[in-house]
């Protein structure tokens, strides 16, 4: 009934395309307005500051912390902080626009204690082996590195029932489509 009922809140195990699930309703649904985190990681190429992330330093994201900027952060993979700012969130919600935020379970998890009335959003991949040929797939990983992130998908697919939907993702525009239908917005703008 609240215009916070249209915050959708998008997650899953890692490699599991949550990336290009948002990528496709970013190129697709221009009204569904993304949350762009504040992160310490550096920026990947074509990656565009205040757009895909804000790119901050250690000193900046321990400010937005301090101030109480952020809805949400968490440390991702063991590495890098990644965080939503809150303002933004807030309003997006309050002009009425229908708003997704990709974030890890840590973050989602954090987001449910402070906003239970948002949507979660569980995006899961058609099968176990699907999942480890995805990640192996990247080829960017040591194989420590992966058997690391391997570990952390499995417990990540293990939280699944804690979510209000889930989304299987075989097809990356149908997983983007079902997830802009949760979003309530029109399938074509005006
Ligand atoms: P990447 O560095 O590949 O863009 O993102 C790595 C991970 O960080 C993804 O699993 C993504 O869901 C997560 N992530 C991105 N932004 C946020 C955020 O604001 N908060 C949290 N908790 N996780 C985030």
Do not use: C
Not at 136 to 155: I, K, M, Y
């Amino acid at each position: 009934m609240s215009s916070t009922n249209r915050l959708v809140v998008l997650a899953g195990p890692t490699a599991v395309g949550k990336g290009t699930v948002v990528a496709d309703v970013r190129g697709s649904h221009p009204e569904v307005w993304l949350s762009a985190s504040a992160t310490t990681r550096a920026p990947r190429p074509g990656e565009v500051d205040g757009e895909h992330y804000l790119f901050v330093d250690d000193a900046e994201f321990d400010r937005m912390i301090v101030a109480g900027d952020l809805l949400e952060w968490a440390v991702v993979h063991g590495r890098h902080r990644y965080g939503t700012p809150r303002g933004p969130v807030e309003a997006a919600l309050a002009s009425g626009r229908p708003a997704l935020l990709e974030i890890d379970l840590q973050g989602a998890r954090q987001v449910k204690a402070a906003m239970p009335e948002a949507l979660f959003v569980f995006l899961k991949p058609p099968s176990w082996d699907e999942l480890v040929r995805r990640l192996v797939g990247r080829g960017t990983e040591t194989e420590a590195e992966r058997e690391r992130r391997l570990e952390t998908a499995r417990q990540e697919l293990a939280a699944e029932s804690e979510f209000d939907v889930t989304i299987v993702n075989r097809e990356v525009h149908a997983a983007a489509e079902q997830l802009v239908e949760l979003l309530g917005s029109p399938t074509s703008q005006p």
